[in-house]
C-alpha cells in the first residue's frame, strides 16, 4: 500500500502549499477498493511535514492497526461517512482559514465565481461538530461545511477530494471577501450551464496533478534540508 501512503502525503503537502493546513489538525484518509480497512495521516505532523511513514492503517472503526502512533479523534468521522457512502473512498478535512472563516456565516457560500459552482447544490452545513452529525449531515452532497470550524469534501479518489477541497478554499475566500460588498453573485441561470462546463473542463483532474507537484516539489526542498539543522 506504499501507493495510497504517497498519495496521502502528497495531497496534505499539496494542499499545505495554498493555504489549507498550516497547524497541526486536519485529515486526509483513502479506502482502497473494496478494503475493509482504510490509511489516514498521523495525528502529530502538519499537513507540510507529511510523509508515507505518517500515513497510519485503521479499521473500520477508526482504530489505528499497528505502531505507537495516534490518529486525530476526527477519524470517527471517516469511518462513518465510508460507513453511509460505498461511492466514496477519499475524505479531505482541514481548516484551511478562508474555509474557516466562511463556515460562520453558517451557511454554502455563495457563487462568486465559475469553479465556485463545484458546490452548488452539491454543500451543506453540518448542525454542530458532533461526529454523529457529520456523516448523516453529508448525505448525498460532496462538502459539508462544520460551523465555526472547517470543511470536509469527499470523492471516489484521493484527487478529486483533495482538487475539490483546494477549489472549496478559493470559493470560501471569496465569499468571506465579497460577501458584505455590493457585488453580484452568478445568477442562478446561468450556473448549471456553468457548472457542467467546468465539470467538463477537467478542472479538479488538472488541479490534482498542480497539488501533486507542489507536494513533491516540498518533499524534495526537505530532502536539502541538512539533518539536524535548526
Ligand atoms: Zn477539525
Not at 31 to 60: K, S
Not at 63 to 79: E, N, P
Not at 80 to 92: E, P
Not at 202 to 212: G, H, N, V
Request: aromatic share 8%.
Amino acid at each position: 500500500m506504499e501507493d495510497v501512503r504517497e498519495e496521502i502525503a502528497l495531497a496534505c503537502r499539496g494542499l499545505a502549499a495554498h493555504g489549507c493546513g498550516g497547524g497541526i489538525g486536519g485529515h486526509v484518509s483513502v479506502r482502497p477498493l473494496g478494503a475493509d480497512t482504510y490509511f489516514i495521516n498521523a495525528f502529530d505532523r502538519t499537513f507540510g511535514e507529511m510523509t508515507p511513514d505518517d500515513v497510519l492503517e485503521v479499521d473500520a472503526q477508526g482504530r489505528v492497526l499497528s505502531g505507537g502512533r495516534m490518529v486525530s479523534l476526527g477519524v470517527d468521522f471517516h469511518s462513518g461517512i465510508y460507513g453511509l457512502r460505498s461511492d466514496v473512498n477519499a475524505i479531505v478535512h482541514t481548516h484551511g482559514a478562508w474555509i474557516t472563516a466562511q463556515t460562520a456565516f453558517n451557511r454554502p457560500p455563495k457563487m462568486w465565481h465559475n469553479l465556485c459552482t463545484f458546490f452548488w447544490g452539491d454543500c451543506v452545513m453540518s448542525p454542530d461538530d458532533s461526529f454523529e452529525s457529520i456523516a448523516p449531515a453529508l448525505g448525498h452532497a460532496s462538502t459539508v461545511l462544520i460551523p465555526w470550524h472547517g470543511a470536509i469534501t469527499v470523492g471516489a479518489s484521493v484527487g478529486r477530494a483533495a482538487a475539490l477541497h483546494d477549489t472549496l478554499e478559493f470559493t470560501a475566500r471569496l465569499d468571506v471577501t465579497l460577501a458584505s460588498t455590493d457585488a453580484s453573485p452568478l445568477p442562478d441561470e446561468l450556473v448549471p450551464g456553468i457548472r457542467e462546463l467546468v465539470e467538463r473542463a477537467t478542472y479538479l483532474e488538472e488541479t490534482w496533478q498542480l497539488l501533486r507537484r507542489e507536494g513533491r516539489r516540498s518533499q524534495s526542498l526537505d530532502a536539502r534540508e541538512p539533518a539536524g539543522a535548526a
